[in-house]
């Protein structure tokens, strides 16, 4: 049983965080903070992250193995915020790029918004 002092530590811990990788045109389904999706691309591909159900889900996504560019979007209609407000794709281009992503309210809608990146470019 954790703590509240230990509880990030308790949750790093567990192998629970892996976000399955759908495979090119799937969704990557968000069941749970903190998880880590790492996408294998055999081309250029693409993925769609589920809508945010609400605030404050935070995940990761790395290209693990890069065959080819990876371009997510998200399932609705919400953007991937990221300050300039209009941005809807995040393209990763090597392996080892990374895009982690908080869930946030954006006037009445829940989007995710980057909170850091690591080469994926956004457009």
Same mark, same amino acid.
């Given at each position: 049983?954790?703590?509240?002092?230990?509880?990030?530590?308790?949750?790093?811990?567990?192998?629970?965080?892996?976000? @399955?990788?759908?495979g090119? #045109? /799937? $969704?990557?389904?968000?069941?749970?903070?903190?998880?880590?999706?790492?996408?294998v +691309?055999?081309?250029?591909?693409?993925?769609?992250i589920?809508?945010?159900?609400?605030?404050?889900?935070? !995940?990761? !996504?790395?290209?693990? =193995?890069?065959?080819?560019?990876?371009?997510? +979007?998200? &399932? #609705?209609? &919400? @953007?991937?915020?990221? #300050?300039? /407000? +209009?941005?809807? +794709?995040?393209?990763?281009?090597?392996?080892?790029?990374?895009?982690?992503? $908080?869930?946030?309210?954006?006037?009445? =809608? $829940?989007?995710?918004?980057?909170?850091?990146?690591? /080469?994926?470019?956004?457009?």
């Amino acid at each position: 049983m954790s703590s509240g002092h230990n509880v990030l530590q308790s949750i790093a811990a567990t192998n629970e965080l892996e976000l @399955i990788d759908p495979g090119a #045109g /799937g $969704i990557i389904q968000v069941d749970r903070s903190f998880g880590i999706c790492s996408v294998v +691309t055999a081309a250029s591909e693409a993925r769609q992250i589920a809508s945010p159900q609400r605030p404050g889900i935070v !995940i990761s !996504i790395v290209l693990q =193995t890069d065959g080819g560019d990876l371009a997510i +979007t998200g &399932e #609705g209609s &919400e @953007i991937l915020n990221s #300050g300039a /407000g +209009t941005e809807t +794709t995040a393209t990763m281009a090597d392996a080892g790029d990374l895009l982690t992503l $908080i869930s946030i309210r954006k006037g009445a =809608t $829940i989007c995710w918004s980057p909170i850091a990146n690591n /080469g994926a470019a956004m457009s």
